[in-house]
C-alpha cells in the first residue's frame, strides 16, 4: 500500500494574506490575489490530473471547475455521487485514497476550502504545499486550514521565490511526517 | 504632527504557523518557537524603549514583561493606570500616540496578542513587522491579526531570510500606507 501511496502526490494550492486569511468568507472567492500568482496558478493546474475541493470553493469557480476533472467534498452524499460534470464525495464514508488508486491518478490537486486543506493534512495525505503569500493584512476572514483540533503537523521549506515588486511570496513546503 | 510622528517607529513582532496561527489558546504560550527564532526576538527587543501587550499576553510572560518598560492594553481602566511595573492603558480613551510622544518614546515594540496588533495596523501607527513562519500548519488556534472588520492593508516586503535548515522563515515588512 506505501508503494503504491508513493506514486500519487497529493499537491495543495494556496492563496493567503501575511495573517492566513483566504477569503473574506466563504461565498465570496479571491479577487486580489496578484497577476503573478494567477500565472503561476493556472500553470501548475496543467500539471494535475484531478481536483479537490469543497462545496463553497465549487460554487464560487463552478464555471472553470465544471471544465476539469473535478470532485467535490462534501457531507451530503453518503456514496460518491456523479452530478452533471463533476463527482460528489463524502470522505467520511469512502476511502478517498482508495478512489484515487482505483482510477489511477497520479496527481491529484487540493485547491480548498480550510476543511478540504485540513482533511488533507490530517489524514496524512498531503504531500506537497505551495502556499502564496500577498503582501496583505486582512484581520479577519476565512483562515487557510481548519482541522479538528490544534495539532503540530511538521513541514518542511523547499523554496521561496518573490513573484512582483511589492513583495507577494511563493512558497514550496513537502509534508515533513 | 506627522513630523513627529515620523521620529517615532512602531514596529511589530509575530511568530506564526504557516497557517497564521500564534497559539493555541489565549492561556497557553506559545513554545514551539525554534531557537533561531527566540535568538532572534530577544536581540531585537533589546532596540526598543517601550513594549505593548495584551492582557493574555502579559499574563503569559508576566516575569519578563515586569522588567521591561511595558504597556498592557485593556478595556477594564478608562485612564491610564500604573499597577506595579506595568502601565494599564485603554486605546479607546486615550491616544497612545499622545501618550508615546509625550514621554519621547522612538520605538515601541508591539508583542501582540491579535487584538493588539488589529489595533496598530487599524489605527495607521504601524510602521513595520517581522513575521517569523515557522514551517508547521496547526489547523486551529490564535489568529495572528484581529481586527473590527475585513480589510485589505498593503504591506511591502522588505526582505525574507531563512533562519534554520527546516525552514523557519523571518520575513521583514513594511506598511505600505
Same mark, same amino acid.
Request: proline share 3%; charged share 25%; no cysteine.
Given at each position: ?32 490575489? $496578484? ?19 469543497g462545496?463553497?470553493t ?16 462534501? $457531507? ?36 480548498g476550502g480550510p ?63
Amino acid at each position: 500500500m506505501l508503494e503504491h501511496k508513493s506514486k500519487i502526490k497529493f499537491t495543495a494550492y494556496v492563496a493567503a494574506s501575511i495573517d492566513g486569511v483566504i477569503a473574506q468568507n466563504s461565498k465570496i472567492s479571491n479577487t486580489w490575489a $496578484s497577476k503573478e500568482d494567477t500565472i503561476f496558478f493556472q500553470r501548475a493546474l496543467k500539471e494535475h490530473d484531478i481536483f479537490i475541493v469543497g462545496h463553497s470553493t465549487y460554487k464560487n469557480a463552478k464555471a472553470r471547475l465544471d471544465k476539469r476533472n473535478t470532485v467535490v467534498f462534501t $457531507s451530503k452524499v453518503k456514496a460518491p455521487k456523479k452530478v452533471g460534470p463533476v463527482l460528489f464525495f463524502n470522505p467520511a464514508y469512502s476511502s478517498f485514497l482508495a478512489f484515487i488508486k482505483k482510477n489511477k491518478y497520479k496527481k491529484p490537486a487540493i485547491l480548498g476550502g480550510p476543511r478540504v486543506y485540513g482533511y488533507f493534512i490530517e489524514s496524512g495525505l498531503l504531500n506537497e504545499l505551495f502556499i502564496t503569500l500577498e503582501p496583505y493584512i486582512f484581520t479577519n476572514g476565512v483562515q487557510m486550514f481548519k482541522g479538528k483540533a490544534f495539532k503540530k503537523h511538521n513541514l518542511k521549506l523547499v523554496w521561496t521565490k518573490k513573484l512582483n515588486k511589492n513583495g507577494t511570496l511563493l512558497l514550496k513546503y513537502t509534508h515533513a511526517s
